[in-house]
Every structure is written in structure tokens, then in C-alpha cells.
């Protein structure tokens, strides 16, 4: 008996499912994208290998179906967005439990995500299917601009554009636009939504909802490949009006989809000027960048080790089945600073980790020598910060302290400066 686990790229170190499955009584199995990732990490798997052409090619689901004849698989466990539709689509070839694509593709494909919200009465922005250039001008037409542009199943913030004008449209139809790249085409428009953006993190466990907590971006999640300065997103606080509105949509917005018994869920919401709150989608899976720490700073408890093992019937931590038919409630703050890649040559970065005793989390994903391109995705850092304190202020606080620090030790050339230039910004 063994559980396989898929992991399109990113440390195994840093996700170590054959710790995460302690008790169970088989051999844990693992395919990724990148060989780098296996070593040393590889060690505590019966069986370990990158696979080339991971991404677009077949032969994860050849090795797949090899290794389940092999070794028996019971399990076949995907935490990464990009694994979700494979990883479902093995388990029915291989009549295991789990997630399947029925419910999956709802989580992925955002008009069937908005089309479901619809029907259970959910606030969502005007929105339309593009399948030919004809369908973008006239819901430019009914909507006006700004609207929003982005492919059904990105992730990341990749392909998302924000047209502001008539003019952003005309030059988005003659250079971007490819709807015969794709067979359907794979786009949709929505009207753009002013106001904050709001993240929902949580863990579902036999279908009910067991932990959740709120963020709040402070800074527009489509501008990545532009900024400069530090994005903040930061907890909100047990008595901040938002967090139980954010809370309950969530929980409704969940009930409109069809999810497994056991998953991981990252829910993005507006709160608009008015005070109204608009969701913009969900995902099944654990979000991205800190979130992970950022759960386990609030409750103790990492929210992708927890959903695997949910999967597969192991025992969960006390925090999750002792509260009760209530949820666990945070007993601090905490908040992210990232900072992202930009174009230059990497002069100089700050030496040793920040001077402050609240600092719970610190990476710099850049050297001395090294020249970056601009942002490719939304989670392509420089540099990333974790900080915990007793309410948001306090968060924001420390934050911006440690980003003053870190802009005053970094050091960059700019290709757009003279030669001789360089920049701190």
C-alpha cells in the first residue's frame, strides 16, 4: 500500500509530506517538476523522481499508473493548483478516494465558479465568456472600463490584465489578445471592482468548515510586474467588523461549490467603497506566498499538512477537533511583506536577518551578483517578511519598520540609469 504525492515544483524540504504522513502504514511515492528539489529531500521516499516536460507532457500520468501497479497506491495526494485536474483524473482511472474532477473544475474554471455562485444568490461583478473579440467589445460596451481580462483557470495573477480605456482595448485586441491559441478559448471578462481585496484562509474536514481566519491586501494583487514598494497583507482583528461578513460569505460561497469532503480553500473578496462585499473567486488549495505561516502564527496548526492528512483518515491536531462545533479563534496578529523582483543587477542585500524580536519569517530570493528580470507571476520575490503582534496596527507597524530596514541595506543597478547608476529603490 502506498499514498503518491504530485508536487509541480517549489523546496520538498519545505513541504515534507513523509513527515506530514506519519502513521500511515504504507510507502509514500513522489513526482515533481524540478530535480533540484529532490535533493537531500528525496531520502525519506520509497520512490523519487522529476519528471521532464512535467507541466505539458504525459508521462507524469505514465509513471503514475506504473508506480500504482508497482507499489500499490491507495492515495494519490496534490496540493498545488496545477496538479489538482491530473491528480483528480488519475484517481478516477484508478478508482481511489478523493477529489474528482466533477468537483475540482468548478474551483478552476472561474465561469463555472461564477455560474454556481449565481445560482445560490452570491454577489459577483458582471462577467461574460470570451470566445471571440466581438464578445470583449461588447461587454466593453454594456460595462465600461475599467474591466478585467484573465484567463478561466489562471493562477497567480498570470495573464490577468486590467483595461482601463478604449485605447488599452484596441491595443489588447491587436498584440495580446490569442483566442485561437486555445481550443476553446480560455478567457473571461469582468467589470472591474473598486475597493480592497480581502482573502479568506481556512481548511474544510468531513465537508464542514473547521478553520478560517481573514486578510486584507494592501495593494493590488495585478500590479506585480510594477511595484516597487512593499506589499502588506495583513490579519484582521477577532473585533473588526469585516471578519465575520468575511467569514460567513466564505461559508456560503463553499456550500455553492461541490468540494470534497477534505480540502484547503484560499476565497478572495472585494469590499467595495460602499461597505458591500463582492467575491472574486476560490480556490481549493492552500493559498500562496506566507499563508501557510500565517495559519500556523494564528492557530498552531499548517494547513496543507493537516489537509493531507484528512485525506488520508489520519488524526488531525487537538486545535482542529477540540473546539467543538465552534472554530478556533487567533489569539494574535500577524502580517506579510513581499517585495518583488524588478529589473537590475543585484548589488548588495542586507547582512544577517532583521534586528527585531518579532520577526517570524525572513527570505531574500536574490545575491549579490545576480541580474533579475521584471516580475513573471505574483509570487516571483525579492524578499519576504512574516511578523506577529497583538492586533493589525501593530502588524502594519512592524512591517513598515522592516521594510525601512531592508530598503536601506539593498542595493541595485538599474539598467534604465546611466552605467555608473545605481538605486536603492
Known amino acids: 500500500m502506498s499514498v503518491l504525492v504530485l508536487h509541480y515544483r517549489g523546496s520538498i524540504a519545505a513541504t515534507p509530506y513523509d513527515q506530514w504522513v506519519a502513521g500511515y502504514d504504507g510507502d509514500v511515492l513522489l513526482l515533481t517538476a524540478d530535480e533540484d528539489n529532490l535533493a537531500p529531500a528525496a531520502a525519506g521516499y520509497r520512490h523519487a523522481a522529476a519528471v521532464p516536460g512535467y507541466e505539458t507532457g504525459g508521462q507524469v500520468e505514465a509513471l503514475a499508473l506504473d508506480l500504482a501497479r508497482e507499489h500499490g497506491v491507495r492515495h494519490v495526494v496534490a496540493c498545488q493548483e496545477r496538479d489538482l485536474e491530473r491528480a483528480a483524473q488519475l484517481r478516477e482511472i484508478l478508482g481511489l478516494p478523493g477529489q474528482r474532477l466533477d468537483s475540482v473544475l468548478p474551483f478552476r474554471d472561474k465561469v463555472l465558479m461564477k455560474e454556481r455562485f449565481v445560482a445560490a444568490g452570491l454577489p459577483v461583478a458582471p462577467y461574460r465568456e470570451i470566445e471571440c473579440a466581438a464578445d470583449l467589445l461588447a461587454f466593453a460596451g454594456e460595462h465600461g ?128 467603497p460602499g461597505d458591500e462585499l463582492v467575491l472574486c473567486e476560490i480556490a481549493c488549495r492552500t493559498g500562496g506566498a506566507s499563508v501557510r505561516d500565517v495559519i500556523r502564527i494564528l492557530f498552531g496548526v499548517d494547513p496543507t499538512e493537516s489537509w493531507v492528512r484528512a485525506q488520508l483518515g489520519l488524526p488531525l491536531p487537538a486545535a482542529l477537533t477540540e473546539a467543538g462545533p465552534g472554530r478556533p479563534r487567533p489569539g494574535r496578529m500577524t502580517g506579510q511583506l513581499v517585495l518583488m523582483k524588478r529589473p537590475g543587477r543585484v548589488v548588495s542585500v542586507p547582512g544577517g536577518p532583521p534586528p527585531f524580536p518579532w520577526i517570524e519569517k525572513y527570505q531574500v530570493f536574490v545575491e549579490p551578483g545576480q541580474t533579475m528580470g521584471a516580475a513573471t507571476f505574483s509570487a516571483d520575490f525579492l524578499f519576504t517578511t512574516l511578523v506577529s503582534g497583538p492586533d493589525r496596527a501593530t502588524c502594519v507597524a512592524r512591517l513598515r519598520q522592516v521594510e525601512a530596514w531592508f530598503m536601506d541595506g539593498l542595493e541595485l543597478h538599474d539598467p534604465a540609469l546611466a552605467p555608473s547608476g545605481h538605486t536603492n529603490a
Not at 485605447?167 to 481550443?183: Q, R
Not at 497583507?233 to 461559508?251: C, I, M, N
Open 145 to 272: 472600463f475599467p474591466l478585467v481580462v484573465k484567463p478561466r483557470d489562471s493562477a497567480g495573477s498570470v495573464g490577468l490584465r486590467i483595461l482601463r480605456s478604449a485605447g488599452e482595448l484596441e491595443t489588447y485586441l491587436a498584440g495580446e489578445l490569442d483566442l485561437y491559441g486555445e481550443h476553446p478559448p480560455n478567457l473571461i471578462a469582468e467589470r472591474f471592482v473598486p475597493g480592497p481585496m480581502c482573502h479568506v484562509d481556512g481548511l474544510v474536514v468531513g465537508g464542514r468548515m473547521v478553520l478560517a481566519w481573514p486578510s486584507q491586501y494592501l495593494y493590488s494583487l495585478s500590479s506585480f510586474r510594477e511595484d516597487r514598494g512593499g506589499r502588506m497583507d495583513v490579519t484582521l482583528d477577532v473585533d473588526d467588523p469585516l471578519t465575520g461578513r468575511l467569514v460567513e460569505l466564505t461559508e456560503r460561497a463553499l456550500k455553492a461549490l461541490p468540494g470534497p469532503r477534505d480540502f484547503a480553500f484560499h476565497a478572495e473578496i472585494f469590499h467595495t
